[in-house]
T-cell receptor, first 113, second 116 residues
Framework: GENVEQHPSTLSVQEGDSAVIKCTYSDSASNYFPWYKQELGKRPQLIIDIRSNVGEKKDQRIAVTLNKTAKHFSLHITETQPEDSAVYFCAASNRKYGNKLVFGAGTILRVKS | DAMVIQNPRYQVTQFGKPVTLSCSQTLNHNVMYWYQQKSSQAPKLLFHYYDKDFNNEADTPDNFQSRRPNTSFCFLDIRSPGLGDAAMYLC???????????????FGPGTRLTVL
């Protein structure tokens, strides 16, 4: 089945700096890649997603890039703010497995003010 | 607002005492999922329903069962909870995937289960 690896496991940045989280996936047939943000004690919430027919997507301070050849995708957060502090999960989805999400292990992002 | 609702938000049960968690949705999504999430870990899929079709993950213990009586409701039954079953249980819904693949999953607020 699909396997998703996520790095780093923790990331500390200074407020205003950029943060980058990277994920790799194993099955080249995966075609949907969402990113979820989960604050302590709360539900995961989708912040951005990308499909395999595009290479980059941006929404204000958040962007995702996808490299299908290398089978990796990355989350970029610019001008980080303290409220960006949370756990971020990447995931991959594949029709072969019923479009279930396979999650990465998560990245704890701390934005220091 | 359309949403995914879970009840109760907090559930305390005794070791071995059956417990049922519930999930309802007003999104009219045909796919519903149950995840288990332990501290500092990613959500782990237990099973999902594609319409009425039940799909169990290979490593989901037999202790966990589910029912989906209609589109809006889904239940998670834990027949004999053990200490290792203490976790956050998340329900999620999505529309079935288009030809382009998966769709966004909308998560409920979760039920935190404590086993004494």
């Amino acid at each position: 089945g699909e396997n998703v690896e996520q790095h780093p496991s923790t990331l500390s940045v200074q407020e205003g700096d950029s943060a980058v989280i990277k994920c790799t996936y194993s099955d080249s047939a995966s075609n949907y890649f969402p990113w979820y943000k989960q604050e302590l004690g709360k539900r995961p919430q989708l912040i951005i997603d990308i499909r395999s027919n595009v290479g980059e997507k941006k929404d204000q301070r958040i962007a995702v890039t996808l490299n299908k050849t290398a089978k990796h995708f990355s989350l970029h957060i610019t001008e980080t703010q303290p409220e960006d502090s949370a756990v971020y999960f990447c995931a991959a989805s594949n029709r072969k497995y019923g479009n279930k999400l396979v999650f990465g292990a998560g990245t704890i992002l701390r934005v220091k003010s | 607002d359309a949403m995914v609702i879970q009840n109760p938000r907090y559930q305390v049960t005794q070791f071995g005492k059956p417990v049922t968690l519930s999930c309802s949705q007003t999104l009219n999504h045909n796919v519903m999922y149950w995840y288990q999430q332990k501290s500092s870990q990613a959500p782990k899929l237990l099973f999902h329903y594609y319409d009425k079709d039940f799909n169990n993950e290979a490593d989901t213990p037999d202790n966990f069962q589910s029912r989906r009586p209609n589109t809006s409701f889904c239940f998670l039954d834990i027949r004999s909870p053990g200490l290792g079953d203490a976790a956050m249980y998340l329900c999620a819904t999505s529309k079935s995937g288009t030809s382009g693949g998966g769709n966004e999953q909308f998560f409920g607020p979760g039920t935190r289960l404590t086993v004494l």
